[in-house]
């Protein structure tokens, strides 16, 4: 191995880039963010004082460290506090179950579908998990069934939902652990260094309750995308950093992601939010995961799809799913398809990829 004889002579600036980091492309091809030495920090103090981080924290990483999430929610923080990180290769269950017992790790963050696995596993409750105290979620919109079971096998843990994307470093904002029941469902209140508030089509703030566009203004902003300035001038309107996300706010200030934009599904002349069809499947206790589509029907324009995966050992039947969803939904929101499968696509980092679903049952109608 080579070491430098001296140090190197290089002017860095807070303002230079750091990091690109490339999206998620769930919904279409990823983009270079360019985050900068002082976003990086800026976001690196939001994490650590809203997710309560301290040194004396046993972290594990199990996620991609191209992972924002990960890599600057978590290890960034980290590293920066001098807390002890166990890295993985990757996020398979029984590794995640293994490092956390033998290390006495007290820290973990998983996107929902990790979280799942790691219920599902047969090791989970074997294991012992009783040195974890802080547990994080975010990276996609955990289902509410979903955390209270966790919450329910895992009582000695407080949890933390962390929202935001990769253009804002990621983190944006943060349901605490004493609003995990208080706010089911929310995304909490804006980090330290940020603002945020929803916007409709013209830019104008949303009332309380009112559905609309989440924007963020922050220092964890990224300086652009790599080569897009179309896009990036797209992106700030007025300082302000466009999520592509629904969402509403309630009169405390609390944020709840609806959907994606490109989630909504457009039917029969009105939209559905996935997000609210999943979380009424979720109810059925057969059901692991599930993920709700549009798919092309020259009736309804967009007929709604669920693909779901069932508990293993359970059954599920499409008859049994639909009467469910009569039960729990609006006529018009009930799924006009129901597929049932043994796993959903989902890139490294976990997230369910919802545009390989729409390609593949694109012609289901």
């Known amino acids: 191995m080579a070491y430098l004889d001296a140090p190197v002579d290089a002017d860095v600036q807070a303002s230079d880039v750091a990091q690109i980091l490339y999206t998620s492309g769930t919904e279409s091809k990823p983009k270079g963010v360019m985050l900068t030495h002082e976003n990086l920090i800026a976001e690196y103090v939001s994490c650590i004082v809203d997710g309560q981080m ?36 990757q996020a398979a269950p029984q590794a995640i179950l293994e490092a956390i017992e033998t290390h006495r790790a007290t820290q973990l963050f998983c996107p929902p579908t990790v979280w799942i696995a790691l219920l ?12 974890l105290r802080k547990c994080y979620y975010g990276a996609a919109i955990m289902p509410m069934e979903v955390l209270k079971e966790l919450m329910r096998r895992l009582p000695q843990a407080q949890f933390w939902n962390f ?18 029941l208080r706010k089911l469902g929310s995304a909490g209140l804006p980090a ?11 830019g104008r703030e949303a009332a309380p309750g009112e559905i609309g566009e989440i924007v963020h203004r922050t220092a964890h902003a990224m300086l652009g995308y790599l080569d897009d300035p179309e896009r990036t001038e797209a992106a700030y309107q007025d300082g302000w950093f466009h999520s592509g996300d629904l969402g509403v706010m309630d009169e405390e200030g609390y944020i709840t992601v609806i959907d994606r934009k490109k989630d909504m599904i457009k039917t029969g002349g009105v939209n559905v939010s996935s997000r609210e069809v999943e979380e009424a499947i979720y109810l059925y206790p057969a059901v692991s995961e599930v993920a709700v589509i549009g798919v092309p029907d020259s009736y309804w324009i967009e007929a709604v799809t669920a693909i779901v995966v069932p508990k293993p050992g359970a059954s599920l039947q499409p008859e049994a799913l639909l009467q469910h969803c009569r039960e729990h939904l609006a006529k018009f929101k009930v799924p006009k398809h129901f597929v049932i499968t043994e796993s959903l696509p989902r890139n490294p980092s976990g997230k369910i990829l919802k545009r390989d679903l729409r390609e593949q049952y694109q012609h289901l109608a």
Do not use: M
């Open 192 to 202: 330290l260094h940020v603002e945020t508030k929803i916007v409709d089509d013209e």
């Open 54 to 89: 301290a040194a004396s924290d046993i972290a594990v990483h199990a996620l991609p460290l191209y992972h924002s999430a990960q890599l600057n929610c978590f290890l960034g923080p980290s590293v920066y506090l001098g807390a002890t990180g166990i890295v993985l290769e």
């Open 120 to 131: 599902r596993h047969p090791d989970f409750d074997t294991r012992d998990l009783s040195s």
């Open 163 to 180: 929202y935001g994307q990769t253009e804002v470093a990621p983190l944006a904002t943060v349901l605490q652990p004493e609003d995990q």
